[in-house]
Every structure is written in C-alpha cells, then in structure tokens.
C-alpha cells in the first residue's frame, strides 16, 4: 500500500504577520513553499530558513518597528515566550533583552502533514502506551498530531490533547482541524503541563491521552499515573535514543527507573559482573518507543522494559527498523545485534586546487571550521549533503543510520566516522583529508597574507602583492583579507596569478 501525504502550511496566515518588505522578498523566494522559519534579530538583516539553506530577505537591518509589527499581529506571548496566530499552527518565539523588550523573533512555519504515520500506525491501534523520541526538527510534533487525529477519527476512541505551547493544535481557542475530532486542552503555563495531565483524566474520561516534551520530573510521575489508570499514552520526551532516557535520571522513570544493585559474591561471579551494578526498578510507563530518524525511516523498541533490562546488562538491545521504499511500502527488518565502532574511513584523491567540501553531521560545524582555520586547511563546511565531497558524522549518528547518511552511501560519497565529537577527533580527521606537502605549502601561503595583513593596517604599505599561488589558496587569502576589513582581488594570468591586498578602491 502506497502512503498519500498531503501537508497544508497556511503560509499566508504567517505572512499577514511580517512586515510588508519581507513579505514581498519571500513571494520571490523560489523555496517560499519550503520555508522553515523567519529570523528577525534587531540590527541584524532579516533571515529566512529553508532545509538545506539560508537566505539574507532584506538589506536593511530589522529595526523596533518591524518587531512590534509582528506583535502587535500575534497572540500575546505565555510564559515560554512563545505565541502563535489564531487557527494556525505558526510559532513564533521571542527573545528579550534584560528589561523585557523584544529583540528577536523567531517566526516558525507550522505544517499540518497527513499520511505520516503509517510507518507506525500498528502502534497507535494496538492501544499500548507509545513514546517518541528524536532530534529537534526531526518531525516528532508533526507525528504526535496526526497520531491524535488518527486514533480519534479512525479508531473513534475519545482524545484529549494536552496542548502546552499550542503547537500540536495552534493558536487560539478553536483547534486546528489536523487534530480531527481529538479534544484540546490548553496549558496556563509550562509548569503547570503535569496538572493538567491529571485533570484530563480525572476529568475528561479518555481513552488516549497525547502530551508533547515531558521534560519534567513532575510530569513523568503524572505520565505513570495515567498509564496506571489504563489509559494509553502517546507522548514525545527529550532525547534521541532510548540510551539518552537511561542516562536521564529525570525521566529515567518513563522506562522503568534506574537503581543501583549491590550482588552477594556468588550471584555476582555467577552473572560475571560486578558487585554493584545497575538494574530497572519498576515496569515503564511506556511499553513501546519509537526511535525517530526521519518521517521515512524509525527504530522499534516493541518491549521497552526488555530493551533496558539487555542495555543494562552492556548488550546490544534488539529493535525492528522500518523505513519507506521508494512506492512508500513499509519495509522492516531487525537491527543487528551489535555495529562496528571503529571509524570508517574511504580515502580519495585530493586535486590540486580544490577545496574539500565537508558536510557535519550530528557534528559540532564551529569546532570543524575552527580546526580548518587552525591548521590553515583550504577546507569548507557545506549545508547540503549533495554539495559535499566527504561528510563527517559521529559514531551514534553513523549507527542510526538516518537519512543524511543513507543519501551519502547510495550517492558514493566517503563518510568518516568520529569516535567523539571532541577537537581533537575533529583536528585529526582534518589533517587526514590533506598530504603534508599541501598542508606545509598552504601554512606559508597564509603567513605571507598574514604578514600583507599587518603591513596594510598598520599603514607601512598601501598594496601588498602576494606569491602566486592555486586558486584554492588564492580563495583563502581572500577570506583572511575580507576578515580583517581590507580588500583583495586575484591580478595576472597562471600560473602568474596571485593576490593582491589594499585597503580601499582607491588603490585598485
């Protein structure tokens, strides 16, 4: 069976809200139907956010007026600094100065996609407790709303949304019409989501309850109240992969609780562990997590308590992937017991004059730009795994498999796997990509430009002529010019061509 998804955006709802001159650059926009988020940071051009890209809207820096713009088109902000426009499911979120004022805005695009739980549908009707973890942005939200919407137009069962920041069912007293005929209720503010948890049920009767982000230790010991009482849970919680849970003692209480165990010396050489070890305390709340890679691709654990009890144990936990063929048939298969930790490296050839283009994945993107500037490496960081030559992941990332890294392999594009995200994982995998001779040859390039640099500002030179160099290096003395406010421009023919540095037109 082929899976139909439609996605409705009311993107118009959210443009009402900008200022008429990011409106207008938007419409022109090729990617406005992708559109992420608008950024709008005081002094600060405006910004918008697509998949794959950014883009600068407007020349002009935004300015008081354009936020209060804004403000004054929304719902008023609650507690979480987050409001949103009425029959949407548009966020936006501020940020303030000390004193209160506005001096950001983050405008979000809220997208009600239907068809996208088909992947897990089995789990909503088999009316066992479900929980959702993945990375932000990942679709969880998403997910959980069609899940609500599903089991109470579908499964005609009755329920309640616990809604604390209205994004499962937007702004406004009338819910979005994504969430069928599931009932909403509205949270005064974050730290009261636990008592409203429990006065859906005691006062509602539902047969399913949905909460997005339990975060709290509060709110955990309310999830094991209701599940207790019967009720099915489908909620969302912090973390990525149920290890993340088992490391939380916040809301290690959702799988069951962690406790340490002291063995007697025959019970402990029998299990051949230690004397202290650590074991689950309590059956989990939820009885099902669903690892969320993308909407195409999540990993199963169908009994969680087992799952904890194996990982506990220093095993490998058993779960069941699933993912959509390319006719969006659901496929699964069991995970292997066990992958390899060592790095993945898949060397090739580095072209004289070419740049490498790295795409970071679950990699801190700073710390790899840091390092190529560092090492003086003609490196760069790219936002779109096609653009890449080589993409750098970490060993958690690499495991899960997710979409980024399944593109990569189908494509043929190297993958180097970090056994930590730490600098100087990250600085070996530089100098790994490049032979010395280039590394030794690019160093003196630079301290060339480096010492132009101090001569033009220092007002000892007007224009500094540089060494010829490839264009690779040439590309990298003119971003250590354009650094440091000067400007630059390659002068001759190859292989004569080369840099020259100046402070102004004037000396073009």
Request: net charge negative; proline share 5%; aromatic share 4%.
């Amino acid at each position: 069976m082929t899976v139909q998804r439609m996605i409705t955006d009311d993107l118009e709802g959210l443009l009402t809200a900008l200022p008429p001159r990011i409106v207008e650059a938007l419409r022109r926009h090729p990617q406005q139907h992708e559109l992420l988020e608008v950024v709008l940071d005081l002094g600060r051009a405006p910004e918008a956010r697509f998949p794959d890209s950014e883009a600068v809207l407007d020349e002009l820096e935004v300015t008081p007026e354009d936020l209060d713009y804004v403000a004054a088109r929304i719902s008023a902000f609650g507690d979480d600094n987050r409001a949103g426009i009425e029959r949407t499911l548009h966020r936006i979120s501020a940020i303030r100065n000390r004193h209160g004022r506005i001096v950001g805005l983050t405008c979000r695009v809220g997208r009600a996609v239907y068809g996208t739980i088909r992947i897990i549908q089995d789990l909503v009707e088999s009316g066992k407790s479900v929980l959702l973890l993945g990375r932000p942005g990942v679709g969880k939200t998403t997910m959980l709303r069609e899940m609500a919407r599903v089991s109470a137009d579908d499964l005609k069962k009755r329920v309640i949304i616990v809604d604390t920041s209205n994004e499962i069912a937007g702004d406004g007293d009338i819910p979005h019409p994504a969430i069928g005929h599931a009932r909403r209720m509205q949270v005064p503010t974050p730290t009261m989501q636990h008592a409203v948890m429990i006065e859906a049920v005691e006062n509602h009767m539902p047969q399913v309850i949905v909460i997005d982000e339990i975060g709290t230790e509060l709110e955990a010991v309310a999830a094991r109240t209701i599940a207790e009482r019967g009720v099915q849970l489908v909620a969302t919680a912090h973390g990525n992969i149920l290890n993340n849970l088992i490391m939380n003692p916040t809301l290690s209480d959702l799988i069951g609780g962690i406790q340490t165990v002291t063995l007697g010396d025959e019970e402990a050489k029998r299990r051949g562990t230690q004397k202290s070890i650590l074991e689950r305390k309590a059956p989990p709340t939820f009885e099902v997590l669903v690892e969320i890679q993308d909407w195409e691709r999540v990993t199963v654990h169908h009994d969680v308590g087992e799952a904890v009890d194996t990982i506990l144990r220093g095993k490998t936990a058993a779960a069941e992937v699933r993912w959509l063929d390319a006719e969006g048939n659901v496929v699964t298969e069991e995970a292997p017991a066990a992958q390899r930790d060592e790095r993945e490296v898949r060397r090739f050839p580095l072209k004289e004059g070419k740049v490498i283009r790295v795409y970071p994945f679950g990699v801190n993107r700073e710390r790899l730009e840091d390092a190529a500037r560092e090492l003086r490496m003609p490196l760069e960081s790219v936002s779109n795994v096609t653009e890449a030559n080589v993409v750098l992941t970490s060993k958690s990332y690499f495991r899960s498999k997710p979409k980024k890294v399944r593109e990569a392999e189908a494509s043929g594009t190297p993958i180097y796997v970090l056994r930590s995200n730490t600098p100087p994982q990250i600085r070996q995998f530089v100098k790994s990509l490049f032979p010395r001779e280039k590394t030794d040859a690019v160093s003196a390039a630079l301290k060339e430009a480096e010492s132009a640099v101090e001569q033009v500002e220092s007002g000892g030179e007007d224009i500094v002529d540089l060494s010829p160099q490839s264009s690779y290096i040439r590309r990298l003395q003119h971003l250590l010019a354009e650094r440091h406010s000067l400007t630059s421009r390659s002068e001759g023919k190859e292989p004569a061509r080369h840099v020259r540095i100046f402070r102004d037109a004037r000396h073009a």
